[in-house]
């Protein structure tokens, strides 16, 4: 089963970004979700928000005109370029984000229970993790799109009953773009929306512990 | 009076009475060194000042992870202060390195059990800050609910929701580092380097700012500055 | 993509929808027209939606008084709504010119016991509208402790102090007065016309603008604005 | 009694500004505090905060350059040109006045108790009265100056042992600054610390309910 393909890393925010809308607010966690931008229709207009205090920043700065006085929330350097950029302090970043203003939040995970709770700031392993702004997040964007590989890189399952891992927000993830399908949870149950050709309902619910409810207009997944 | 100043000579001079014991916060957004009082958390290990208690929001992971700083650069972070045995607990939302191979001071500490860690979600962080400022003893946030960072913490429904209370933050000394300062302290930080300096200015009972440039008093268009003059108590040049 | 645009081509189309029954926060400090949205005011008041609820600092003192407003001007405030008997409640700090002597329209209605009242002191009503705002709903604070305004409010001690609840205020609609805007609703506000303009603008479901000058997307500077982009959802050039 | 000398308003502002020390920040209520600034040894700096959103702001603006855009909280319009004036929002202001960093406010009363509760914002005659920021200074100025006169235009007692009016604050008034004497309120108690000449300690008391306690120093009202 492992031997079938899987969506790439880019293919994977390719189709997340079909999730974003002309006009809407968009926070891009670390990891795949930063890989969102270079995919969206250039028609699309997206204001993307960071923690570490800007609104509507655009490419990433070229290598010359580093600055580190401007970065996003994982520490890349952004351009001073784009029209229409603001900066502020956090205690407004966050205001923005705990008061409802921003459309979409793309984050990772760790583990996603099947009543939308999210673990991704800390493994057993350590001591301590990092939450940063995740859990803001969680609770604070209108959707919670998580973007990551259906399994992680042991072949431990990530979508599950119950998160054994400690979460970052109670029933807050709405929709789950992994390599291999798209999912939604809907009145605390995951439902099977997309799947990648190649693979099989089956193939999908042995990776997945709790029962998929089956999309009666299940697709193929759309890039 | 436009002569009034609270320009200090030196770092030393604007720092040397932080006693042991203090609460400090120190901005840095800590994904690189924007906004990091550099100058005044040298200084701070300078005069050795010990048990203190940190507030940011990282726990120094700049100079173990090159995260946001550029090759060869010299810049640090509270790190050092914890290297030197100063610090008796951190206040912060990003304590470690995002990737566990790599350990920070601060992680080597905290697994030797030689640090304590308040883990605070970052909106509230910056929000427990505000608060401390703007005089308000304690909030309601939906932030945190059913996590393990709930425990122990008082819990409401308002209007259908679950929310937890939380307790302003205020602290001794604030550390900041700005982009321009004039005379009297009103501030204008660069691009994200505002973040939670702009923040803690108004959260500690003294707030000591370190500026990459000093103007005089009514040199700053009155729309332009993002910390007014009634946070600052002392102001100092920053120096590379 | 930055042709973008929020704007709207008349005051009309911007405030159309507005139904009745809406709670509207509306700017204007009330001592004198700085800041007060007059041209969508004088637009509610055409549309004629019934039932309003307006949250602002005053019920509109400025025209009956003259405070704040130069010889022969024309400046309006929401007491022409109030006139129209489009308002059923006011929400504010100031609801009355300070002189018994000068009744404004406001308290001719509110004598006749045909418009509500909700009294709320200044610093109380700022932060209940950036708490509804900022996802904070309810805070404690010691403004009004032991005050008549605190019968029927939960207290609580904290330290030793005593404080009492509030709750956030939010809204359908707030009417905003900027100086600047471009095209995405980045504004700059002039001197103390920011005053409630920039809470408001976070608080309310649809935020509506009239700026005196509409520039292009990116010609501010991102360390110049007030109130970024994300808050507004419709702008309108503003006239004389 | 009446007809003995008492201070005029500019003559108790100017008592007032000799509890206004080097550095500090104050805002001035509307009536007598707005006399002031002008009695302020220019030796001092002293940063004005006014609740509609500006600190260290300077003169009054000359009639040429008045701008609707630049006012104090009773209406007034400012000057452009002080150096190093801010302006900010509601919020902004109002957490300086709340957060304790006004170190002195000096307002009006109706009533004042033996207590140091202050009533300034309602008269019972009247259905509703204006807060504005008075509750908000009175419990968050970290020294809070009465100026008034001792007596009202219709000789009511002023100073009481309960107030009849509501009240603006809780045990808030530190000293209180009239056309006849000074008076700080200590332990709730009325101290009496200066008295105007020609005035004697019982014709004082002959106009202020609760019992006045005397200074061991008192003085002369010094201008």
Do not use: C
């Given at each position: 089963m492992n031997n079938k393909n899987k969506l790439s890393r880019e293919a994977i925010a390719m189709r997340v970004t079909k999730e974003l809308h002309n006009g809407n607010v968009v926070n891009l966690g670390i990891g795949i979700p930063t890989l969102c931008p270079q995919f969206i229709d250039p028609d699309k207009f997206i204001m993307y928000h960071s923690e570490s205090g800007v609104l509507n920043y655009g490419e990433m700065a070229s290598e010359r005109r580093e600055d580190t006085n401007l970065i996003n929330a994982?520490?890349?350097?952004?351009?001073?370029?784009?029209?229409?950029?603001?900066?502020?302090?956090?205690?407004?970043?966050?205001?923005?984000?705990?008061?409802?203003?921003?459309?979409?939040?793309?984050?990772?995970?760790?583990?996603?229970?099947?009543?939308?709770?999210?673990?991704?700031?800390?493994?057993?392993?350590?001591?301590?993790?990092?939450?940063?702004?995740?859990m803001d997040l969680a609770i604070g964007a209108k959707k919670l799109i998580i973007a990551m590989e259906h399994i992680d890189k042991k072949g431990n399952i990530k979508l599950v009953n119950k998160c054994s891992l400690p979460i970052t927000g109670s029933k807050c993830v709405n929709t789950i773009v992994t390599d291999i399908a798209v999912i939604e949870i809907i009145n605390e149950c995951m439902v099977l929306k997309e799947i990648l050709p190649g693979w099989g309902i089956q193939d999908v619910q042995e990776i997945t512990e709790p029962k998929l409810i089956i999309d009666k207009n299940l697709k193929e997944i759309q890039l | 009076m436009t002569n009034y100043s609270k320009i200090y000579k030196s770092t030393h001079e604007a720092i040397k009475d932080i006693p042991d014991n203090s609460s400090i916060m120190i901005d840095g957004f800590g994904a690189g060194p924007g906004g990091t009082p550099q100058n005044l958390i040298k200084g701070l290990k300078k005069i050795g000042s010990k048990n203190?208690?940190?507030?940011?929001?990282?726990?120094?992971?700049?100079?173990?992870?090159?995260?946001?700083?550029?090759?060869?650069?010299?810049?640090?972070?509270?790190?050092?202060?914890?290297?030197?045995?100063?610090?008796?607990?951190?206040?912060?939302?990003?304590?470690?390195?995002?990737?566990?191979?790599?350990?920070?001071?601060?992680?080597?500490?905290?697994?030797?059990?030689?640090?304590?860690?308040?883990?605070?979600?970052?909106?509230?962080?910056?929000?427990?800050?505000?608060?401390?400022?703007?005089?308000?003893?304690?909030?309601?946030?939906?932030?945190?609910?059913?996590?393990?960072l709930a425990n122990n913490k008082e819990s409401r429904i308002i209007n259908n929701k679950e929310y937890i209370l939380e307790y302003a933050l205020k602290a001794d000394y604030a550390l900041l580092k700005s982009h321009k300062s004039d005379k009297i302290g009103n501030l204008i930080y660069k691009g994200t380097s505002r973040n939670f300096n702009a923040v803690m200015a108004s959260a500690a009972n003294i707030t000591i700012v370190e500026s990459e440039i000093i103007l005089e008093t009514g040199e700053i268009d009155p729309h332009h500055i993002h910390t007014p003059a009634i946070y600052i108590n002392r102001i100092v040049k920053s120096y590379e």
């Open positions: 994982g520490g890349q350097y952004l351009s001073w370029d784009n029209p229409g950029m603001s900066v502020f302090d956090s205690a407004e970043s966050f205001a923005m984000i705990r008061g409802g203003h921003i459309d979409v939040a793309v984050l990772g995970a760790y583990q996603i229970s099947t009543q939308g709770n999210l673990a991704n700031w800390k493994l057993t392993n350590r001591k301590s993790g990092n939450i940063g702004g995740a | 203190l208690i940190i507030i940011g929001n990282t726990a120094g992971i700049t100079m173990a992870t090159g995260i946001g700083i550029k090759e060869g650069s010299k810049d640090i972070d509270i790190s050092i202060l914890i290297d030197n045995n100063q610090v008796k607990k951190i206040i912060a939302s990003y304590p470690v390195a995002p990737s566990p191979s790599i350990l920070t001071s601060f992680e080597k500490a905290f697994n030797k059990n030689e640090i304590e860690l308040e883990l605070v979600p970052q909106g509230t962080l910056a929000e427990r800050i505000r608060a401390g400022g703007a005089g308000i003893p304690a909030f309601y946030t939906p932030t945190g609910v059913k996590t393990e």
